[in-house]
């Protein structure tokens, strides 16, 4: 099993709604470090899982100076934004982790 991991930060604005009360109900912004993992039996014909570059600008493009509220149409909490990198990579990634800031990490894990 060959496997790749990709760090990527990302600036971008977000809100949340949620049923109590939070300054993280405002609109306030992030640079939000995010670990992508991937993995496959076989390698592309480039000899690759897949391009390094890819992964950056398939989640860059979606995310980087973004309000998240426009692009992700659930709660933008860090969970669900780990959950939505991973998707967007399949069938290759596996585990995705958001820091948020120092300390404050979420991470989504599919299931095998």
Known sequence: MY?????????????????????CSGI??????????????NLN???????FSHIKKVIKDALDHKMINDVIKVNPTAENIAYWICQQLQPYCYRVDVEESPNNTASYERDE
């Open 3 to 23: 496997k790749v991991k990709k760090r990527i930060v990302v600036s971008a604005a977000h809100y949340l709604t949620l049923d109590y009360e939070s300054k």
């Open 45 to 51: 014909a480039n000899g690759m899982v897949m391009d």
């Open 28 to 41: 306030h912004g992030h640079n939000w470090v995010i670990d992508v993992y991937l993995k496959s039996p």
